[in-house]
């Protein structure tokens, strides 16, 4: 199928009940590696777009009074600036300007999965979750949750990638943090979703999408592209 998983995305999980295989047999992708890294990404946010007045058709304007200003010595006032339409232009750029936000760097983590697809079929969607286990408490477990839009064939790998405020370190006590002779996690992946292009689905017993419903009716509202992670 060629990249048009997103209208499986938009209208396959409105109605996320329909033939799931939840029978508990195992995924059916292979996970080859995983990992996770601090990271710093930079968001640039586009500058808002002001409409700037007509200029008014004053004398200075017009083709020969515009023409002899070409050859104006440099530092000559504009007479444009002293009409009306020209001040508000300027208060107009100054309150745009004002407006602008900066780019800005924001921490966060990248998780990392690289999945095998050993069946015939092609797969479209992949839900999946990376876990972070307290070796001191077992009770305490951090889940990163993931939606990946994809297209993997049969016998084919793919590297998926996503990014989220939330790491793990909301999961460690104290007397972990004093360990320093093993690492402080203990981490695991697993594969919670699967839909192919044909419109089948396996899905893993114990997990249910509808503990993800506002997260990825978020998710789905946002712009997405081919191969793209988003955290749910």
Same mark, same amino acid.
């Given at each position: 199928?060629?990249?048009?998983?997103?209208? #499986?995305?938009?209208?396959?999980?409105?109605?996320?009940? %329909?033939?799931? /295989?939840?029978?508990?047999?195992?995924?059916? $992708?292979? !996970?080859?590696?995983?990992?996770?890294?601090?990271?710093?990404?930079?968001?640039?946010?586009?500058?808002?777009?002001?409409?700037?007045?007509?200029?008014?058709?004053? #004398?200075? /304007?017009?083709?020969?009074?515009?023409?002899?200003?070409?050859? =104006?010595? %440099?530092?000559?006032?504009?007479?444009?600036?002293?009409?009306? =339409?020209?001040?508000?232009?300027?208060?107009?750029?100054? !309150?745009?300007?004002?407006?602008?936000?900066? #780019?800005?760097?924001? @921490?966060?983590?990248?998780?990392?999965?690289?999945?095998?697809?050993?069946? &015939?079929?092609?797969?479209?969607?992949?839900?999946?979750?990376?876990?972070?286990?307290?070796?001191? =408490?077992?009770?305490?477990?951090?889940?990163? %949750?993931?939606?990946?839009?994809?297209?993997?064939?049969?016998?084919?790998?793919?590297?998926?990638?996503?990014?989220?405020?939330?790491? #793990?370190?909301? *999961?460690? /006590?104290?007397?972990?943090?004093?360990?320093?002779?093993?690492?402080?996690? &203990?981490?695991?992946?697993?594969?919670?979703?699967?839909?192919?292009? @044909?419109?089948?689905?396996? %899905?893993?017993?114990?997990?249910?999408?509808?503990?993800? &419903?506002?997260?990825?009716?978020?998710? $789905?509202?946002?712009?997405? *592209?081919?191969?793209?992670? &988003?955290?749910?």
């Amino acid at each position: 199928m060629k990249l048009l998983f997103v209208f #499986p995305i938009l209208f396959g999980l409105l109605i996320p009940y %329909q033939g799931a /295989n939840s029978n508990g047999e195992s995924s059916p $992708l292979t !996970v080859v590696n995983f990992k996770w890294s601090k990271t710093r990404r930079t968001v640039e946010t586009p500058p808002n777009e002001g409409t700037t007045p007509a200029r008014a058709m004053i #004398p200075q /304007n017009r083709n020969f009074a515009r023409n002899a200003r070409i050859n =104006d010595p %440099q530092g000559v006032r504009d007479p444009n600036a002293d009409t009306l =339409d020209g001040r508000s232009a300027a208060m107009e750029k100054s !309150v745009q300007e004002s407006r602008t936000v900066k #780019p800005k760097a924001t @921490d966060g983590y990248t998780y990392r999965l690289k999945v095998q697809n050993p069946g &015939k079929k092609v797969v479209e969607i992949v839900f999946w979750e990376y876990q972070f286990h307290d070796p001191a =408490d077992p009770s305490l477990v951090a889940r990163r %949750q993931f939606l990946c839009g994809v297209n993997i064939a049969g016998d084919k790998s793919k590297e998926l990638e996503a990014f989220s405020l939330s790491g #793990p370190s909301d *999961v460690v /006590n104290v007397s972990t943090l004093a360990n320093k002779s093993e690492n402080p996690f &203990k981490e695991q992946v697993l594969i919670n979703r699967v839909e192919y292009a @044909d419109g089948s689905i396996w %899905q893993r017993k114990g997990w249910s999408l509808a503990e993800v &419903k506002a997260s990825y009716d978020r998710v $789905l509202r946002e712009p997405w *592209v081919p191969g793209m992670c &988003k955290g749910l």
